[in-house]
């Protein structure tokens, strides 16, 4: 992708031979160098109070959703905790031993008995029936609290994230190329999909802890006001409770972390020998690579071996600790009962609560494993957001005339990506409307860096480039792009139907264009050999398509969006002659009557264009027609003469009639595009140019 | 408890195809699993009854709060409180001798159990041929092996004690109840199947709402993913506006499913805990009634209510178990799905030949086959010899079943017998890997795993010696490219390493090949990537190497394939013509077509040698 010299810097030292070999290594050191300074930037806090606080902003437009659930929070908590009282104060105390010696302590309850005893007289019924039906009253209030804040609780979170999760996703479609030069797509990735998830799992586990907090507390000042020394007793086994749940999280930590690595690595062994399983097979490593797998299941079962041990014990001193406080509490507070200082009740109240106090408690070991991970994700998603790297935008854009002439200027253009290599040097050349211009050079001359340019990828200075005369940096990137076609090496193909990748969704596209564009470029026999023709599923990636087909289909795609102007970097792998040649006719008729710029690799498409640009080390060596060009006996013919030395074959073929050429090329297109595909594998119809192999590639 | 961890793995896991809702028919296949288990009986019932004491511990601890209470409430009952909390304490103590070693014996054998499973899963699949793999996709097969083994780790180390214990901690939770009373006890477990049923339909209930989560959660990763893949034709095309709207619009359509989820299973929360409460009702409507006519005490009227919790919960919980079970099942057959398949290609069963030393005479013989589900034939009586040290070219457009015949020889098309030959004698005859230790095919699609280039091309054998490696590698026209490398041999390629372009990949794949000296190699249409010049490099390097070796090599450029002693020319599965070079020029049919049209890829070298000597100050490399 990236220009291969481009940012070379240092290692442009020894541009040996294979010029190919340099691309591959540059351009991804740099990528490892720029995008690691995407990620070091991180800061890796723990708690990142900042952060919080911006998350916080984005719920602004919830905040009377999420506001209420928080209020719902704390009354369905409050029911929550009468519930024991009216259960013990009033059922026990009031009604069922009302003769006990306890009976009488004052003992607060909340109203709660007086409310039974106003209910007994006034509704003329038995104290147990009231406190029946108030009990069935407080557990509906409770649950339907607690609903209804579950519902708004995530509503309002997951609509904060779904704009959130939007706007990351707008910024970074609108992120230039020069960032995504540097940037791993996969990570940014993440950043959209399971870092916003994080997210969501830190704002409800939050506002849920939170809840149970808001229990632990009231249940503590409930204890406080029954019996203040009882409640000391009760709470000795909180501490121990928290302090085991924080060496449990210490201890398991390193232990998580390596069983997540052994099964990440276990998976990956596994998916790459899936992948190249031929290879696998052919030479003959099937028991070593069993072998090798052993060793990571091996390893995943001993760290699953280790988290067991801190496990169990973790699971015995929460199943101990409830069953311990209860002891006390009855040892305790059944001494306090004895001596009338509490009721009965009271006691029993104290064991229920205790219960619901320990959860809490051990739930916030998870909570920090939720917060941790969270405050990672969120600093990942607003470090990408924050990531000023745009492109220059003129303040009041150019108005754009309806259609466009097709003039093209390059006016002495000097160009360098980040690096200080200069990869265009003082480039001038023009181009008339509809005028072809093949540009050749060797790899690494700075020829794709003309059409990044043109398309506006990047920026470069004023009064460089200009289209029917008007300087390119006075015109908004996104008008120039719907003016200027461009069709890159690979051509990316976007799950969907046919139809969905010549439009590219495109509301302006109707079916009728899209289908006379794939008619034109050649590339409707084949969309109709499809199973459901232009309504087919196209794999991502699409793997069911031949390289010849996707690159008809670019052609399509570029037909239908109808620029005035066209750039396209022709594919360099071969192909077989059938579909090449169809692929030349389509290429031919896209470029009819359109200002094209052509990096060419093949005599054909070199010797359809008007003028050839022969650049070389970013300088504009020659220009000319053929005939100029090979008259000049420079760069070009060399070239010329070297991929296509042998004169007398190349004279036969340019010395054909324009009927038998014509007649080759059809008895060609006609055999590899009509004819019907023998292999006829399940799920292909007649293949077409290059009709899919029965045999999946593994 | 700790699902957060484990949870959080199995999102991020392996899409797979959308599963069917597993049901309880498929609970047979669990039977699969006895094997597993099997050498474990002694240890597992050891475990089981050891956990059976420990509930019933557990209870036991509301009968001493009973008598605790009792002896606080009733004047006649001596006051006795230290004795309960005494006996609570050493309850708690027992419970904790026998827990943590059972339940660490248990969870120890259900990751073994996994373990276990994995190793057959991998080691069975490693030696699958291509119909199992049309079958089933890598990411399919990731899936079962990641997601669907987690599911079975799932029941048996909670599934098999928590169906063992249900049972037991409901025995004796009734009898306590039933021995304090009998009335009550009846009352109260009424409503306990309607909890038990609700359950069961709330795990199967949630099934659908969770699928369509996660498939709107799948649309929005993926809309993401191809977007930024393909974000500078999106920017190209200008396209940015639209896309952002697409992605809102799936964004909006995720939350609103994982709104739903939620909103099903809140009220399913709901109605489960209204019906969960009856019974507490009953024992305080019904409890106190029978506290105030002084039938029970409140002793046990508060101990009722300890007990209950105790039935109740594994009742609920009954729901849950059979849907992780059911779940387990469907796993399980997914499972032995692969476990259990049978690679079709396999060494004959009689006498096979032994090879020490092989000429390399490879002959087909009316090589006719079908793919399986095929309509036509893909190949149709091809014949073709290839004599010791000869190389052969195949030539033909895609899809005329020129890879086939390769595969062929290596098996990965399993042709019947007697149609291909080694040395005369039927390759189902000898040891499929001895076969394919003397036949060497460098695949189509090139593969490069993550690891440095030197493991890469002594994939077969590590041992290997540098000097071996760069002679390939040279031969492949590699060389250059791996000097040029910061670590050189060393650097790790692949999709955790450095990305290598196309035909940088095409000529490592080729280089693996040749490093291995196999007396037969099989080139399919290796050079479609590399550039004409560093083709005929690769040509001379190929003549190097394997002078006096076999090659066939497909091809679709005359030029890679007049080097050849003889062409073939395949169309629709059958030989079109062979020849040499020269005699197919002079027959003038197909292949005179493709060499006039493909002239200009032709290659004089003298004259090509003159010209890069005048510009090599130049350092033009390639066009």
């Not at chain 1, 990440?264 to 596994?270: A, F």
């Not at chain 1, 002439?405 to 990506?417: D, K, L, M, Q, T």
């Not at chain 1, 054909?656 to 119809?685: H, I, K, Q, Y």
Request: charged share 20%.
């Amino acid at each position: 992708m990236a220009d291969p010299q481009v940012k070379s810097g240092d290692t442009a030292k020894q541009a040996t031979g294979s010029a190919a070999a340099a691309r591959g290594i540059d351009s991804s050191q740099e990528k490892l160098r720029n995008y690691s300074a995407f990620d070091a930037q991180l800061t890796h806090q723990a708690l990142n109070v900042q952060m919080f606080i911006r998350l916080l902003k984005w719920t602004k437009p919830y905040r009377v959703t999420l506001i209420s659930a928080a209020v719902l929070v704390l009354v369905s908590s409050a029911f929550m905790l009468l519930m024991p009282i009216m259960q013990n104060r009033v059922i026990i105390d009031m009604i069922l031993a009302p003769g006990s010696p306890t009976a009488n302590a004052a003992m607060a309850d909340y109203g709660l008995i007086d409310l039974t005893e106003f209910l007994m007289a006034f509704l003329q019924i038995p104290g147990l029936a009231v406190a029946l039906i108030l009990y069935i009253a407080l557990f509906c209030v409770q649950s339907l609290l607690g609903i209804a804040q579950q519902l708004l609780l995530t509503s309002g979170a997951l609509k904060t994230l779904r704009d959130l999760r939007v706007q990351l996703f707008a910024s970074l479609e609108q992120k230039p190329a020069s960032f995504y030069d540097h940037v791993a797509v996969g990570r940014v990735m993440t950043r959209v999909t399971s870092d916003v998830d994080n997210l969501y799992n830190l704002i409800t586990s939050f506002i849920q802890h939170a809840g149970d907090f808001v229990v632990f507390f009231m249940a503590l000042f409930i204890m406080l006001d029954f019996a203040f020394d009882l409640t000391l007793v009760a709470m000795l086994v909180i501490p121990f409770c928290a302090l085991a749940t924080y060496l449990f999280r210490m201890a398991i930590k390193e232990i998580v972390r390596a069983i997540r690595d052994s099964v990440s690595s276990m998976n990956q062994y596994m998916q790459e020998d899936l992948m190249g399983i031929e290879v696998v097979q052919l030479s003959g490593r099937e028991e070593h690579n069993f072998e090798e797998f052993q060793d990571r299941n091996k390893e995943n079962r001993k760290q699953e071996f280790r988290q067991i041990n801190f496990d169990v014990l973790f699971e015995m001193v929460n199943m101990s600790l409830p069953s311990i406080a209860t002891a006390a509490i009855i040892w305790y507070g059944g001494g306090k009962v004895v001596q009338e200082e509490i009721t009965l009740g009271t006691m029993i109240v104290f064991t229920s609560y205790l219960n619901m106090m320990v959860q809490p408690v051990t739930a916030l070991g998870q909570l920090f494993g939720t917060l941790f991970r969270s405050m990672a994700s969120g600093e990942r998603i607003f470090q990408a957001l924050d990531w000023e790297e745009r492109l220059h935008e003129p303040e009041e854009p150019y108005e754009l005339p309806e259609r466009l002439e097709g003039h093209i200027e390059f006016r002495n253009v000097n160009f360098s990506y980040l690096s200080s290599e200069q990869i265009l040097k003082d480039v001038s050349f023009k181009i008339a409307p509809g005028e072809k211009l093949a540009i050749v050079g060797p790899t690494g001359s700075g020829k794709s860096t003309i059409i990044r340019l043109l398309a506006r990828f990047y920026d470069f200075d004023d009064d460089q480039i200009f289209i029917d005369g008007i300087d390119l940096n006075r015109m908004a990137s996104h008008d120039i792009r719907e003016r200027v076609g461009v069709v890159l090496q690979d051509f990316h193909i976007f799950s969907g139907t046919v139809l969905d990748n010549i439009s590219l969704n495109n509301p302006n596209i109707t079916r009728e264009r899209a289908i006379w564009a794939a008619n034109v470029v050649n590339a409707d026999p084949f969309i109709q050999a499809l199973p459901d023709g232009y309504d087919t599923e196209l794999s991502e990636r699409g793997h069911n398509l031949s390289q010849g087909q996707q690159q008809l289909l670019a052609f399509a795609r570029v037909l239908a969006a109808d620029t005035e102007i066209l750039v396209l970097d022709e594919a360099t792998s071969s192909i077989d002659t059938g579909t090449e040649l169809i692929i030349q006719d389509g290429l031919h008729k896209l470029t009819e009557g359109r200002t094209s710029i052509i990096i060419a690799h093949r005599l054909q498409t070199i010797q359809e264009c008007d003028r050839i640009l022969v650049l070389h080390h970013g300088e504009v060596k020659e220009i000319g027609t053929h005939d100029e060009l090979i008259e000049l006996k420079g760069i070009y013919y060399t070239l010329h003469e070297l991929q296509f030395q042998d004169s007398t074959r190349a004279a036969e073929l340019t010395q054909l009639t324009p009927e038998e050429r014509a007649r080759r090329r059809a008895r060609w297109v006609e055999m590899n595009s009509g004819s019907d595909d023998p292999t006829g594998g399940p799920g292909m119809g007649p293949g077409g140019i290059g009709g899919g192999s029965p045999v999946r590639p593994i | 408890m700790y699902v957060g961890s484990r949870g959080g793995a199995a999102r991020s896991g392996f899409g797979g195809p959308t599963r069917e809702r597993s049901s309880i028919k498929h609970l047979g296949h669990l039977k699969k699993l006895l094997p597993y288990l099997k050498r474990y009986k002694w240890i597992l019932i050891i475990c089981i009854f050891a956990l059976l004491i420990q509930r019933w511990c557990m209870a036991y601890f509301p009968q001493l709060m009973r008598t605790a209470i009792d002896s606080l409430t009733y004047d006649h009952i001596d006051v006795n409180l230290s004795g309960p909390a005494l006996g609570m304490l050493v309850l708690v103590a027992i419970q904790a001798i026998i827990y943590i070693p059972a339940r660490r014996v248990l969870r120890r054998m259900s990751i073994t159990i996994t373990y276990d499973l994995r190793k057959r899963f991998f080691h069975n699949v490693q030696y699958q041929g291509p119909a199992f793999f049309n079958l089933f996709s890598t990411g399919d097969l990731m899936s079962r092996a990641h997601n669907d083994v987690n599911q079975v780790r799932m029941a048996a180390s909670w599934g098999w004690v928590q169906l063992a214990t249900i049972v037991f901690t409901l025995c004796t939770g009734l009898y306590y109840m039933f021995d304090m009373s009998v009335e009550l006890s009846i009352y109260v477990l009424l409503p306990t199947p309607f909890v038990a049923i609700t359950g069961f339909f709330m795990a199967r209930g949630m099934y659908p709402y969770f699928r369509e989560r996660q498939e709107a959660q799948a649309r929005v990763s993926t809309l993401a993913q191809e977007n930024l893949n393909g974000i500078r034709t999106i920017q190209a095309m200008a396209q940015e506006e639209h896309e952002i709207n697409r992605f809102r619009q799936v964004s909006t359509e995720y939350i609103k499913k994982y709104y739903r989820a939620v909103r099903y299973q809140a009220f399913m929360g709901f109605a489960m805990s209204a019906i969960t409460t009856i019974s507490p009702l009953i024992i305080l409507g019904y409890g106190g009634y029978l506290v105030l006519q002084g039938e029970i005490t409140i002793g046990t009227f508060t101990a009722f209510t300890a007990y209950l919790m105790m039935v109740t919960q594994p009742i609920a919980s009954i729901g849950w178990s059979l849907s992780m079970f059911t779940a387990a099942a469907a796993s399980t057959e997914r499972i032995f799905e692969v476990v259990d398949y049978i690679p079709e290609v396999k060494d004959s069963s009689g006498s096979s030949v032994e090879i020490d030393e092989v000429q390399g005479r490879l002959e087909f013989k009316n090589l006719s086959y079908t793919y399986p589900g095929g309509a036509t034939k893909a190949l149709n009586n091809v014949n073709i010899v290839l004599d010791p040290g000869e190389t052969i070219a195949i030539l033909g457009r895609v899809g005329s079943g020129k890879s086939t015949v390769l595969r062929a020889a290596v098996r990965f098309v399993d042709t019947p017998r007697g149609m291909v030959y080694l040395d005369g004698h039927d390759i189902c005859d000898y040891n499929i890997r001895d076969l394919r230790r003397h036949i060497g095919l460098v695949p189509q699609y090139p593969f490069l795993f993550s690891a440095t280039i030197k493991e890469n091309l002594t994939y077969d054998d590590p041992s290997r010696g540098d000097e071996e490696i760069w002679e390939a590698a040279h031969a492949a026209g590699l060389d250059d490219a791996i000097k040029d490398l910061l670590y050189g041999l060393d650097t790790i390629v692949g999709e955790r390493g450095i990305t290598l372009s196309g035909g940088q990949k095409q000529r490592a794949t080729l280089a693996r090949g040749l490093i291995r000296q196999t007396e037969i190699l099989l080139l399919d249409d290796c050079f479609s990537s590399v550039d004409t010049e560093t083709e005929e490099r690769i040509i001379e390097g190929l003549h190097a190497m394997r002078s006096d070796l076999s090659t066939i090599l497909i091809s679709h450029r005359v030029s890679t394939a007049r080097h050849a002693d003889r062409i073939y020319v395949l169309d629709n599965g059958k030989i079109l013509e062979s020849g040499t070079h020269e005699e197919l020029l002079s027959k003038g049919g197909y292949y005179a077509d493709l060499e006039a049209i493909q002239s200009n890829q032709d290659e004089d070298r003298s004259k090509r040698d003159r010209l890069i000597e005048k510009l090599q100050d130049e350092q033009v490399t390639a066009v």
